[in-house]
């Protein structure tokens, strides 16, 4: 049985039916023989006995007609009608003459020979006897015609029937005998013919049994590993060790097993890595869309931080536009006060210590517009650079709020000091001509306080232009921040999404059975994914810096 599973199924089909057609030729050629010799006996049979009995028979019938006509003459009367049975006893005579020869040209055996000597011997003496018989009757010789016919006559003619009989009977036992020899024949035949079925039925049984095993066995294991794999157990261990096609079946089968075994494995890892990377990355995006949201809120905030600067700014511009106004008026006064200034020299002190602090104040302001030069380029850096750190437009925001205040106060000591030095100016009036080089002093320095104011009034308008840039593009920045937080938003859905299908797949793939070794090999597989979570949180990390 072993030996058979290395051979294939087509060479031993080949061979089950190669011995079998051989069996069915040899019943063939065996039956064909047998069947000869019965032909051959059976014609044998017909060409020499029965043709020697059915001679033989005639020849019996014909002499026996003659002994009966040879009787009838020598008990009849009636000249004609013995006349008539001798012409007829004559023709018979020569009827027999004829079988017996054709008899004699067909016998062979020495008991034949010895019979047929015997007849012709009988023949004779019973020809002889008949025609003395009928000689006597003739010649009217009744008593010894009678004297004759049942001394000589009679006891001839029964010993001649008895010898054709005789030999009659030995043909028919020759007959017989070949009769018997062809049942014999028949019989040997029969039986060796049914001993060769027998012996083909039983080899093929053995045949169909072995091959009906060879196949069937493996196929019903081949079903049954096809029904587990349908099941989901891949735990079926396949022995494939035949070289037959049904062996190449069940390899063929171990392999699939083995590869779905593979496949479902990592299918396995591949769920679990899924999963716990889609959880990660939720909770990354959960996270991004927190810091987003603050963002987006750290934005606003500073927006409107950047809006009560532009007004502050713009503010600061109108007033120094309304102190350019005011100098340039005073600037009018003092020389149209110029004819007069002689007579105020005195007055016109006060008025140089009013001056004075009238410089100071302008130093301040033209500090304060540094200042406030400085704090705008300082909202430039944090506005770009956003964030946490946007909290820092409050700050300059409420020092540019310090410094219009300072420099509001500047303004009103400088107005309140004109107001003192218009009085001193109205006081000392009579002395104004005493102090025209004074007044000369003042007219250059109102117009050097009403060119410095411009300076201010053109800074304080560059700084407006710039807070609008810069308003613009904190508004750009809002909008792409919104932007971010709507697709952290679909990133989030996307990664729960995710997360569910690699729920439902690991879902799917559990009904498979795997065994314990590969279950380990799975294991080992799984345990990559601590250090690929680690690489991106430290990824993570990294971009968020």
């Excluded at 927190?290 to 600061?316: D, I, Y």
């Excluded at 008026?329 to 002689?342: I, R």
């Excluded at 130093?363 to 704090?375: E, R, W």
């Excluded at 299908?501 to 090999?521: D, G, I, R, T």
Aim: glycine content about 6%.
């Amino acid at each position: 049985m072993n030996l058979l599973r290395n051979v294939s199924i087509g060479v031993r089909l080949g061979l089950g039916f190669a011995v079998i057609l051989l069996f069915s030729m040899l019943i063939t050629g065996i039956s064909v023989w047998r069947l000869h010799d019965v032909a051959t006996a059976t014609r044998s049979m017909m060409e020499l006995p029965l043709t020697k009995e059915r001679y033989i028979s005639d020849w019996y019938a014909k002499i026996d007609s003659g002994v009966r006509r040879t009787t009838a003459i020598a008990r009849s009367s009636d000249t004609t009608l013995g006349a008539y049975f001798a012409e007829e006893a004559k023709q018979s005579s020569v009827v027999s003459g004829e079988l017996q020869k054709k008899i004699e040209a067909l016998i062979s055996s020495p008991e034949e020979k010895e019979l047929f000597r015997l007849v012709s011997e009988q023949r004779k003496v019973y020809l002889d006897s008949r025609a003395q018989v009928s000689k006597l009757k003739a010649d009217g010789q009744e008593a010894e015609a009678e004297q004759a016919f049942q001394g000589i006559f009679v006891p001839g003619s029964t010993k001649y029937l008895k010898v054709v009989n005789d030999m009659l009977q030995h043909q028919r036992a020759s007959i017989d005998k070949t009769a018997r020899e062809i049942d014999e024949v028949a019989k040997t035949s029969r039986n060796l013919l049914l001993t060769l079925a027998v012996l083909a039925l039983g080899f093929g049984v053995v045949c169909a049994w072995l091959l009906t095993m060879g196949i069937v066995r493996p196929l019903r294991t081949a079903v049954e590993i096809a029904r587990k794999v349908a099941d989901g157990d891949l735990t079926a261990q396949i022995d494939a060790s035949a070289n037959d096609e049904t062996g190449q079946l069940l390899q063929a089968l171990k392999d699939m097993n083995t590869s779905l075994l593979n496949i479902v494995s990592e299918v396995r890892t591949g769920t679990d890595s899924i999963a716990t990377s889609s959880t990660e990355i939720a909770a990354g995006n959960q996270d991004l869309s927190s810091r987003t949201e603050e963002q987006a809120g750290s934005l606003e905030e500073t927006a409107s931080s950047m809006e009560e600067l532009t007004s502050t700014v713009k503010q600061n511009a109108d007033n120094a536009r309304q102190a350019n106004q005011l100098a340039a008026s005073a600037a009018q006064v003092a020389v149209k006060g110029g004819e007069v200034v002689a007579q105020v020299v005195g007055t016109m002190e006060s008025i140089n210590a009013s001056s004075n602090k009238i410089v100071d104040i302008i130093s301040v302001i033209d500090g304060i517009a540094f200042q406030t030069n400085i704090l705008a380029l300082n909202a430039a850096v944090e506005a770009a650079r956003a964030g946490e750190q946007g909290r820092g437009f409050a700050v300059v925001a409420s020092e540019v709020r310090n410094l219009a205040q300072r420099s509001a106060s500047a303004a009103k000591e400088i107005k309140t000091l004109i107001g003192a030095s218009v009085e001193q100016v109205n006081a000392g009036s009579m002395l104004v001509a005493q102090a025209g080089s004074t007044m000369t002093d003042i007219v250059d320095s109102v117009q050097r306080v009403s060119d410095i104011i411009t300076e201010i009034t053109a800074a304080s308008s560059e700084q407006s232009v710039g807070i609008d840039e810069i308003n613009r593009a904190i508004g750009q920045m809002d909008a792409v921040t919104q932007q971010n937080a709507a697709l952290v938003e679909e990133s989030a859905a996307a990664a729960e999404s995710m997360q569910h299908q690699a729920h439902n797949l690991a879902q799917v793939v559990s009904v498979f059975k795997l065994n314990v070794q590969q279950a380990s090999v799975s294991g080992l597989k799984g345990a990559k994914r601590p250090v690929a979570k680690e690489q991106k949180e430290a990824l993570r990390i990294g971009r968020a810096a």
